[in-house]
C-alpha cells in the first residue's frame, strides 16, 4: 500500500516534472537586423499570439509549447548561426520561419542534418524542396494570375513592361509573368531589372515609355528600392494600369496618393470582412495594446504555421520528425486566411485577393479567387 | 531619343547638387568627409519632417541648408577642429560621425521608409516631350547652384581667401589669412550644401537611416576626378552622369549601376589628374 503510493507519489511527481520541464521547441528564425528588421516586430507578435493560445488552451498532446526566437540577419550568413543554433544547441522540435530565401537556402542543409520539420511561411520564387519542409506561402503560380487576367480582362491589355530588382525572387517572379502573359497570347514588349539596393530608375522609365505597353507588372525588393520605383513612376507621368508584387498595405499607406490604383495579390489582407480575422485582429490589440501592429502577408502565415505545426503533433502524438512531417500534409488549419491545407506537393492551395490601393492609401478587395493551385512545385513528393 | 538627353541632363544635375558639398570641404580643407552620406541623410529627414509639419515642401530645402550649416559649423569645432594636425585621424573621425549619425536617425525613425511631399508633381511637355516637371526643376536649381558656387569663390572676399588657402595654406596664414575660420565657414557650408541636396533629391526617392550611402560613393568618384573646380565637377557629372545613362538605356541598367566607379577609375588611370586641367 505505502509502496504503491509512493510509486504513484513519484508518478506524479515525474509526470509533473516533465510537463515542466520539456516543453515542445518551436525555433523562429526571423530578420530582427537587416533588411526585414522592419517587418520583424509583427512576426515576434503573431508567433506569441499563436502560442499563448495554443498554451491557454493547454498546450499541444499534453505539453506547452516554448519559442526560441532567433536573428537570422536577415541574409545567408546570419541564417546559418541561427538554424545551427536552433537546431543543435537549443535543439528545438520544429521550425517555423518567415525570411528571405537566401536565408532559406542556408538554413536548409542544416534542418535535413539535423531532421527537423521546417515550415516555411514567407511568399517567394517557388520550387524550393525539401524532405524536411513544408510552405504555406503563395508562389510566383498563385500572385501572377490574379493581376495579369485582370490586366487583360479589364484593361485590355496585351503589351507588358516588367521591371525588377536583380535578384531571385526579383528575377523568378517575372520570369513566370513573362510565361503566363505568353500563354495568355500578350506579349512582353520589355523586361529590365536594376542591383537590388538601386534606386535611380530614371533610365528603365525612358525604356518603359518608349516602349508604350498597355500595363507594367514589377517586382522589386520590399522597402526604398519599391517605393522609389512608385515615385518616379508618378512623377513621370505614367498612369498605365501597373500591378506591384513587392507592396504591402504598410506601404501602400505611408506612399498615399503615389500608391493610388496601384494592384496588388495578396493572400491575407487586414480588411478582410470574415469572424475568424477580425476574432484574430482583436486579440492582436487585447495582447499587445498600443504596441500592436498591424498583421500582414508576411505575419499571418507565420500565426497559422504555429497552427499547423500543433495539429500536426497532434495528429502524430509525439514530436517525432518524420511522423510530424507525414502529419503536416494532412492538417488543416483555420486561420484569418480561412482554411489551410498544405497538400499539394509540400504547397497549399490559397484563396487569393486581388486588391488596389485607394486615394487614401487603404487597400479594397477588387476580387477574390478561391483556392488557387499552386501548380507543379516539388513533383517528387506527389501522393 | 529625346527623352535620353534629358535623363543625361537631370542626371547630371542631382550628381552635382550632391558632390558640391563634399568638393568645397575637400578643396579648402583637404579632408574627405566620410559623413557626406549622413548629412545628405539628415537633409533627407529634414524634408520628411517639413512635410509632416504641413510646411509647403518648396521650404525644405532652405530649412535642411540651414540646419546643415548649423550643424556643420558645431560639428566642426567639436569634432574635426582639434584633429587638423592628424588628417587621417580627421577622416576616421567623420566616418564615425556618419555611423553615429544614421544609427542616431535609426534609432528616431525607425528602420523603415519614410516619404517628403514633392513640391512638383507630374510632368510638363518641353520641346514636344512629356518629362517629370520635378527633374527638370533640380536641373534648373543646380545651375543655378553652379552659378552661386563659382561667384562665391571668383567674386567675394570669402572665396578669395578660400582660393589662397587651397593653393597653399601656410604661405596664406602668413598673409595674414585667419584659415581656421576659413576652415570652419567651409565646412559648415559643404555641411549645408550637402543637406541641402538631400533634401533636394528626397522627393524622387525615400528617406530612410542610409539613404546617403550610395550617393556617397559616386560623390567621391566624382570629385577625385574633377579636382577642386565647380566647372570640372559640372563636366564630370555631365560625362560620368551622361556615361551612366546611355549604359543603362542602351545596354543593362545593371552595367549602368557600375558605370561612374569603373569610368572613374579608368580616367584616373589615363589621367592621374582627372578633368582639374582639362
Known amino acids: 500500500m505505502r509502496l504503491k503510493s509512493l510509486v504513484f507519489g513519484l508518478g506524479i511527481c515525474l509526470n509533473i516534472s516533465a510537463y515542466a520541464a520539456d516543453p515542445i521547441k518551436i525555433g523562429i528564425p526571423v530578420g530582427l537586423s537587416g533588411a526585414n528588421s522592419v517587418v520583424a516586430p509583427s512576426m515576434v507578435q503573431a508567433a506569441e499570439l499563436a502560442v499563448a493560445e495554443i498554451n491557454a488552451k493547454g498546450g499541444v498532446i499534453g505539453r506547452p509549447l516554448q519559442l526560441e526566437i532567433a536573428d537570422d540577419g536577415s541574409g545567408a550568413q546570419g541564417a546559418q548561426r541561427a538554424y545551427d543554433s536552433l537546431v543543435f544547441q537549443k535543439e528545438v522540435d520544429g521550425i517555423v520561419a518567415m525570411e528571405t530565401t537566401a536565408a532559406r537556402n542556408a538554413g536548409l542543409p542544416i534542418v535535413n542534418r539535423g531532421r527537423v520539420p521546417l515550415i516555411y511561411t514567407s511568399f517567394y520564387e517557388g520550387r524550393s524542396c525539401s524532405p524536411w519542409m513544408y510552405i504555406n506561402a503563395w508562389v510566383p503560380e498563385q500572385q501572377v494570375e490574379p493581376i495579369v487576367d485582370q490586366f487583360m480582362s479589364e484593361y485590355d491589355a496585351k503589351k507588358f513592361f516588367l521591371i525588377g530588382s536583380d535578384y531571385a525572387f526579383g528575377r523568378g517572379m517575372l520570369k513566370f509573368t513573362r510565361e503566363y502573359v505568353e500563354s495568355k497570347g500578350g506579349t512582353v514588349v520589355g523586361e529590365s531589372y536594376l542591383p537590388i539596393e538601386g534606386s535611380d530608375w530614371t533610365a528603365i522609365i525612358s525604356q518603359l515609355r518608349s516602349a508604350n505597353p498597355d500595363a507594367l507588372i514589377t517586382s522589386t525588393s520590399g522597402g526604398a528600392p519599391n517605393v522609389t520605383l512608385t515615385r518616379q513612376l508618378r512623377s513621370a507621368g505614367v498612369d498605365i494600369p501597373y500591378g506591384n508584387y513587392a507592396i504591402d498595405e504598410g506601404t501602400a499607406k505611408s506612399m498615399g496618393g503615389d500608391a493610388e490604383g496601384v494592384y496588388l495579390a495578396a493572400s491575407y489582407i487586414s480588411s478582410l470582412d470574415t469572424p475568424a480575422n477580425r476574432e484574430f485582429l482583436q486579440a492582436i490589440k487585447d495582447k499587445f495594446g498600443d504596441d500592436a501592429e498591424t498583421p500582414h502577408e508576411l505575419s499571418v502565415p507565420l500565426y497559422d504555421g504555429i497552427y499547423a505545426y500543433a495539429a500536426a503533433v497532434e495528429k502524430a502524438g509525439s514530436t517525432e520528425p518524420s511522423a510530424v512531417i507525414d502529419a503536416l500534409s494532412e492538417v488543416t488549419v483555420e486561420g484569418p486566411r480561412g482554411a489551410i491545407k498544405m497538400d499539394k506537393q509540400r504547397h497549399a492551395a490559397l484563396t487569393m485577393y486581388l486588391g488596389k490601393v485607394a486615394s487614401d492609401g487603404s487597400v479594397e478587395v477588387v476580387k477574390s479567387f478561391k483556392n488557387v493551385d499552386p501548380g507543379e512545385q516539388c513533383p517528387q513528393f506527389a501522393d | ?278
Open chain 2, 1 to 278: 531619343m529625346g527623352s535620353v538627353i534629358f535623363d543625361i541632363l537631370t542626371t547630371a544635375g542631382i550628381l552635382f547638387v550632391v558632390a558640391s558639398g563634399l568638393m568645397i570641404i575637400l578643396g579648402v580643407m583637404k579632408l574627405l568627409n566620410f559623413a557626406h552620406g549622413a548629412f545628405l541623410t539628415a537633409g533627407g529627414y529634414a524634408a520628411y519632417l517639413t512635410g509632416a509639419a504641413g510646411i509647403s515642401p518648396w521650404f525644405s530645402v532652405p530649412l535642411a541648408g540651414i540646419v546643415g550649416i548649423v550643424f556643420g559649423l558645431l560639428v566642426e569645432r567639436t569634432i574635426i577642429r582639434p584633429l587638423y594636425n592628424r588628417p587621417l585621424d580627421a577622416i576616421l573621425a567623420t566616418w564615425g560621425l556618419g555611423i553615429v549619425i544614421s544609427q542616431i536617425f535609426a534609432l528616431t525613425f525607425g528602420r523603415g521608409v519614410q516619404f517628403a511631399p514633392s513640391p512638383l508633381s507630374g510632368t510638363i511637355e518641353v520641346l514636344g516631350i512629356e518629362y517629370s516637371a520635378y527633374r527638370l526643376a533640380v536641373s534648373a536649381i543646380a545651375v543655378l547652384l553652379a552659378i552661386a558656387l563659382i561667384a562665391l569663390l571668383s567674386l567675394t572676399r570669402f572665396g578669395l581667401n578660400a582660393r589662397a588657402v587651397i593653393v597653399n595654406e601656410n604661405l596664406a596664414r602668413g598673409l595674414g589669412i585667419d584659415s581656421t575660420r576659413v576652415r570652419a565657414i567651409t565646412f559648415g557650408l559643404g555641411a549645408g550644401l550637402a543637406c541641402a541636396a538631400g533634401a533636394l533629391i528626397t522627393p524622387l526617392l525615400s528617406v530612410d537611416p542610409n539613404m546617403g550611402l550610395p550617393w556617397l560613393v559616386n560623390s567621391f568618384m566624382l570629385v577625385l576626378i574633377s579636382g577642386v573646380s565647380f566647372p570640372s565637377l559640372l563636366l564630370a557629372s555631365l560625362v560620368l552622369g551622361g556615361t551612366q545613362v546611355l549604359i543603362s538605356t542602351f545596354i543593362s541598367p545593371i552595367l549602368g549601376g557600375m558605370t561612374i566607379v569603373v569610368l572613374a577609375a579608368m580616367i584616373l588611370r589615363l589621367n592621374p589628374k582627372g578633368f582639374s586641367r582639362a
